[in-house]
């Protein structure tokens, strides 16, 4: 980049705080140009700790700061307003997930800022490092192209993005029709946002399974609650295609006449042992072949970290007129249309079909 791009941030709470934090450390890529928030002591607070200027509302932030791109992260009703200001004004939009919080939320929204093509979603989970390799096998076409996914990792719309961006289907074009139920079920939770719990008595956890059909192919939703902080319930990632499989870190295929072989994802970590350059992310690799690059090795970033930077920079990119942008508002919508005809299939118990959309 010539120059750092003006970067403001909406907003002050906990996502916030990794948009702030990330852009002070890419001081070459991002000025941290102004932040507002709805509290004035938020915005005294946050602009203090993040070394910017606050400004009492989004248009004075605007005026003022002149951002070339907006980071939009605020609570799910407030988004999609403080959303349609910041693109009404001309810059790009780096909206947190999701972009609405119901279906007619996001009609409104397409409708009043789609056609800018400026607006992007900060939807991270396929940018994380093993899941970008997973990705990148796909599509290699390494397993054929792929007929179905299983998704256990993550919750809605995250696990919504996998499942159509692991099966190659990131258009919006045909009808996805959604089966669901919720199991009820019980664990210990050991973990939760704020930390270790000290608690060794039994919660209720129940699970959600559900069927995603979608233009031939069709992805699996298995998502139990807390499953993002129990360490007690594994992730898992199967990806099966017309020529083999991708099992978690294990790559199942075809490799030539009467040849099936096994090749897994190897992840090499800095700082083991007698590695002395300090513990960090390097790459991810396959059979000896780098598919994914740590572009932000020396920052000792952990995953999120990594791939929010990632978004960040796919945005500053956008801003520029130098790439498509991360992760486009047409395909965050569909994703969490898709999220809340799994809810909604959950309260029905009857199949739910999301039909075209006006972002389709």
Same mark, same amino acid.
């Given at each position: ?30 000025? !941290? ?6 509290? #004035? ?54 909206? +947190? ?11 409104? !929204? @397409? ?17 994380? #490092? ?82 995603? +059909? ?71 690799? !396959? ?13 000792? @970033? ?25 992760? #486009? ?32």
């Amino acid at each position: 980049m010539p120059a750092p791009v003006r970067l403001a941030i909406v907003g002050s709470g906990w996502r916030a705080q990794f948009f702030a934090r990330l852009a002070r450390a890419l001081p070459e890529s991002f000025e !941290l140009a102004g932040m507002t928030s709805r509290r #004035p002591e938020s915005v005294e607070r946050a602009a203090t700790a993040w070394g910017t200027r606050g400004y009492a509302t989004v248009a004075d932030l605007l005026a003022a700061a002149s951002p070339q791109v907006t980071i939009v992260s605020t609570p799910w009703p407030v988004t999609p307003v403080a959303t349609a200001e910041v693109a009404r004004a001309g810059g790009v939009v780096l909206a +947190e997930t999701p972009p609405a919080p119901d279906l007619a939320g996001l009609h409104a !929204l @397409w409708a009043e800022v789609g056609a800018t093509g400026r607006v992007h979603v900060a939807e991270q989970y396929l940018a994380l #490092p093993m899941h970008a390799a997973r990705l990148t096998v796909v599509e290699r076409g390494l397993v054929g192209e792929p007929q179905s996914v299983h998704v256990s990792s993550t919750h809605g719309y995250h696990a919504v993005s996998m499942i159509r961006g692991l099966l190659g289907a990131a258009d919006e074009h045909s009808p996805v029709t959604v089966r669901a139920h919720r199991f009820a079920g019980r664990i210990v939770q050991p973990l939760s946002r704020e930390g270790w719990t000290d608690d060794p008595s039994v919660h209720d956890a129940g699970t959600v399974l559900a069927t995603l +059909e979608l233009d031939g192919r069709h992805g699996l939703y298995d998502f139990t609650d807390n499953q993002w902080h129990n360490q007690l319930r594994s992730r898992r990632i199967l990806v099966r295609g017309m020529h083999g499989e991708i099992s978690n870190d294990d790559v199942l295929r075809l490799s030539g006449p009467r040849q099936v072989t096994t090749t897994t994802l190897r992840r090499r970590q800095l700082g083991y042992d007698l590695d002395l350059d300090g513990y960090d992310t390097d790459h991810v690799s !396959l059979g000896g072949e780098v598919l994914w690059s740590n572009p932000f090795v020396g920052k000792r @970033w952990m995953d999120e970290e990594i791939a929010i930077a990632t978004l960040m920079l796919g945005a500053a990119d956008l801003a520029l007129d130098d790439g498509p942008g991360p992760y #486009p508002l047409a395909r965050a919508c569909h994703d969490h249309a898709i999220s809340l005809a799994i809810d909604e299939a959950v309260a029905s118990d009857r199949p739910v079909t999301v039909d075209r959309q006006p972002w389709s």
